[in-house]
């Protein structure tokens, strides 16, 4: 099957259909010769939209950057589809991917304060009738995983990052967590620091 993107005037996609691979071409049938403009025409006389362009994309990504969805751009001196511009501020790279003014924050992850490993629990004298085979009064029932102190935390979780335009900085919000009474919070990004500052 072959994917083919329906543009507007301005090139932006207004929807992806399917077509065989057995459609005729020039060259022979389209599933052997990707992007050719007989493909492109069929549709247009198919659908009965010749005032519009299409263009063929690929679910595998093996041309044109990206499988085109509604909204996206065609990018016709690039011949690639590629994805709206998110900001204002943000500008292409080489690769032709969005990037912000301001790098994305390398620390995605925090520590969750609420929930931290504590010294485990010892079989008690009330135990000798359960007392599991190779142990004894005083020992541990479970093991901290190996590596893993005291104190240190269970869970590990992401920051929730996003894009201020207006501020033009990363912000992030901590998870807020209801059952442990632990309320998100807000942090800034500090880029000389390389760390989150709380707002």
Same mark, same amino acid.
């Given at each position: 099957?072959?994917?083919?993107?329906?543009?507007?005037?301005?090139? +932006?996609?207004?929807?992806? +259909?399917?077509?065989?691979?057995?459609? @005729?071409?020039?060259?022979?049938?389209?599933?052997?010769?990707?992007?050719?403009?007989?493909?492109?025409?069929?549709?247009? !006389?198919?659908? /009965?939209?010749?005032?519009?362009?299409? /263009?063929?994309?690929?679910?595998?990504?093996?041309?044109? /950057?990206?499988?085109?969805?509604?909204?996206?751009?065609?990018?016709?001196?690039?011949? !690639?589809?590629?994805?709206?511009?998110?900001?204002?501020?943000?500008?292409?790279?080489?690769?032709?991917?969005?990037?912000? %003014?301001?790098?994305?924050?390398?620390?995605?992850?925090?520590?969750?304060?609420?929930?931290?490993?504590?010294? %485990?629990?010892?079989?008690?004298?009330?135990?000798?009738?359960?007392? %599991?085979?190779? !142990?004894?009064?005083?020992?541990? !029932?479970?093991?901290?995983?190996?590596?893993?102190?005291?104190?240190?935390?269970?869970?590990?979780?992401?920051?929730?990052?996003?894009?201020?335009?207006?501020?033009?900085?990363?912000?992030?919000?901590?998870?807020?967590?209801?059952? @442990?009474?632990?309320?998100?919070?807000?942090?800034?990004?500090?880029?000389?620091?390389?760390?989150?500052?709380?707002?």
């Amino acid at each position: 099957m072959a994917h083919f993107a329906e543009l507007d005037e301005n090139n +932006i996609v207004l929807r992806v +259909i399917v077509v065989g691979n057995d459609i @005729n071409t020039s060259s022979g049938p389209l599933g052997d010769n990707d992007m050719h403009v007989d493909g492109e025409t069929w549709c247009a !006389k198919f659908f /009965k939209t010749e005032t519009n362009t299409w /263009k063929q994309t690929s679910y595998s990504r093996n041309f044109r /950057k990206y499988f085109a969805g509604e909204g996206m751009i065609y990018d016709s001196v690039k011949d !690639k589809f590629l994805l709206p511009q998110p900001h204002a501020s943000w500008s292409l790279d080489a690769n032709d991917d969005w990037q912000a %003014p301001i790098a994305y924050p390398t620390v995605t992850t925090y520590d969750h304060a609420s929930y931290v490993y504590s010294e %485990p629990e010892v079989y008690l004298e009330t135990d000798i009738d359960i007392l %599991p085979e190779g !142990k004894s009064v005083g020992d541990a !029932k479970t093991e901290l995983p190996e590596g893993k102190s005291v104190g240190d935390p269970k869970i590990t979780r992401y920051h929730f990052i996003s894009w201020d335009e207006a501020e033009q900085k990363w912000t992030a919000e901590d998870e807020k967590d209801e059952s @442990n009474s632990f309320t998100a919070s807000m942090f800034d990004w500090d880029v000389s620091t390389s760390s989150w500052i709380a707002q």
